[in-house]
């Protein structure tokens, strides 16, 4: 028998199209009756499961809650990430160094950190000092799990009845989370850390122990941090004999140590102890009976009304000391005794000069805050003043406080067009005409035009258009690559903080710090070097060895050429000479700086520099509302002459690198010709074979020789130089 021929190609796919066909429809005929009867399967159980009444509301809301529930785990679960992010490091050891701090003449001038002393437990501290800090602070402190719902709850409800905060709602452990993570900023971000922390901190940590680092590390005004520390300040005596009434008045300072200081409003501390004394009885603690004596005899501090603490400069300096211990600069070091440059008497000066000119000239230019930055040309910081009042707040707005620096920003965007451009000098014609970068146009002060004029003329005379024209020309067209270069040369002369980029960057717009402007002046006024602010001269341990020291272990880096730097400083002390720094002339020594003013005037500069010394003088308001017309040539400037005159007296003038001579000759005779041997002196040091310590003990030793001479003369004994090395070096004692 003959096969049948084969079935052609398009056949054989027609029927296997029709064959998968009926398949595919059987099957999901089958399908669909087997999930009927799964669903009439289901149905009928269902029915035997079904809620009535009581029973189906209760279902209902279970249902309901474990939605929402799983709901909130997410968002927790988000919240806490951030706050648990703030203990990757190694949390409790970076916070407890024991700083002393010494000024530049070798007297101690504050502590910082904690009492490391392992003698001092908790056990140590008076019993009634921890009953008055439990009643007052966190009642149910042993029995909640870090936060206290029924105390927040409390404190809510007295609060209300008070018409304003008489309580406080977060619990001991939640302090201490914010003391050890957080800052002080009030928002709701930090609420929501400070809360996570807190249950964070109750797993790693015990009762006792979170209560013992509470006591260590709780600011209680007048710059003492922790009980120990407070107890020696107020009460002149050691923690362990503070009486009752001693006790019920550093309790009341946990919460608002500045407006209950006791050197600061003695009644207002002795009202917030007897507060304090009803909560013990309150809480059971005490008795009516036993409070009475203590009420009778409240406590009296130590007369500390003509003491003057430089808090904003040693809170500064702290940080500082914090972040080198981080970087392992002082080994497992944890007990040091810090050497600074801390000018005490220049300090005293320049914060009794902010407040002085805002009393005579604050209403009248509707401003509320200054702050100043002095520092020598390496960086050494001389005197810092971050406020107008500690006491009142402690917010340093000379080292955390970012606001636009108007015209003073403009040597940056000089000095990268010089660098980029060397044929250009300070008396190449530059032309003042109108210029837009799309719809943003910038006008001068005077909203008119000068036409062509020197690059020098330029910068004296604070020409806005000069430098948006700048930013074209170093980015060859593309104004956004050249001021991403402008960016670059401020950040290595020593702007730490993002510069946001805008058209207007180059005039001033981006936000600075007062005593990063310092830090950047001084690159012009040393010669080109870089000079970080520090505060740690020479740091030893507890025996006295010596375990840093800044000439040893630090080493500039040379940031700007010599002779972009000879330019800009020739340009900026025609800038005081000539033209909106006049206010800034001391007499006998040159002076170079530049001006600043914000839109809007809500800012005033004047940031300036000698050939000894920078400064950075900030003015305005908190809260950014506007000043009455005050320019950076008005109160700034005034402000930095008189804090600069002080600071120059008794030191040998140097030189600024490619500045004017002709004000340099005219020296007063409050200043003294130099000797031949501090002459020699300030040429090595210009040169680089000298160190700064030895510039100034070999310049001291010049005063002291005219000094006896004149001795010799007159037949009176000499007087020894205030501020120079060699007067100190007698002053300067060995660290323990």
Known sequence: MSQPPPLPFTTRVKRAALAFDAWLNSALFQGRNGLGRVWEWYSEKMKGLRFRGASRVLLDLTSEATTLGAA?????????????????????????????????YGQEVGRRGLNLDDSYKLEDFPDHLIKAALATEDRRFYDHWGIDPFGTLRALIVNAQGGGVVQGGSSITQQLAKNLFLTNERSLERKIKEAFLAIWLEFHLTKDEILKHYLDRAYMGGG???????????????????????????????????????????????????????????AGFLTEGQIQIARRNPATPVNRARETTPDFYLDWAYEQVKLQASQKKFGNERVLIVKTPLDTNLQRHAEQTIENMLRQHGRQYKAGQGAVVVMDVDGAVRAIVGGRDYGQSQFNRATGGLRQPGSSFKPFVYAAALTTNPKLRPTSNVVDQPICLGNWCPQNYNRSFSGSMSLTSALARSINSIPVRMSLEIGKGNAKAGRAVIVDT???????????????????????????MAAAYAVFANGGKRADPYAAWEVRNSSGEVIFSRDRDIQPKQVLDTRVVQDMNFMLNKVVEEGTGKRAILEGIPVAGKTGTTNGYKDAWFVGYTGNLVASVWYGNDDSTSMNDMTGGTLPAMTWH???????????????????????????????????????????????????????????????????????????????????????????????
């Open 224 to 282: 003492a941090h922790g009980a120990v520390a407070a107890a020696e300040y107020y009460f002149g005596k050691p923690a362990k004999d503070l009486t009752l009434a001693e006790s019920a008045m550093l309790a009341g300072l946990f919460k608002a140590p500045t407006k209950y200081a006791p050197h600061i409003n003695l009644p207002a501390a002795r009202a917030r102890a007897n507060e304090v004394l009803r909560n013990m009885v309150e």
């Open 72 to 104: 909130g785990a997410v968002v927790m679960l988000a919240l806490a990430l951030p706050a648990f992010r703030e203990t990757e490091s190694d949390w409790l050891k970076t916070q407890d160094l024991a700083v002393t701090f010494l000024d530049r």
């Open 642 to 736: 008189d804090v600069m005159n002080v600071a120059h007296q008794n030191l040998e003038i140097r030189p600024i690198p490619g500045a004017s001579p002709a004000n340099a000759n005219r020296v007063a005779s409050a200043n003294r010709p130099a000797t031949d041997q501090a002459q020699a002196a300030s040429q090595a040091f210009l040169a680089g074979t000298l160190s700064r310590k030895s510039y100034e003990v070999l310049g001291g030793i010049g005063t002291l020789f005219q000094s006896v001479d004149r001795s010799i003369t007159t037949g009176k004994a000499p007087e020894a130089p205030r501020n120079s090395a060699a007067a100190n070096t007698s002053r300067q004692v060995a660290m323990p």
């Open 490 to 516: 401020a950040k290595r002369m020593g702007l730490t903080h993002p510069l946001t980029d805008s058209s207007s960057l180059p005039i001033g717009a981006a936000e600075v710090t007062v005593i990063d």
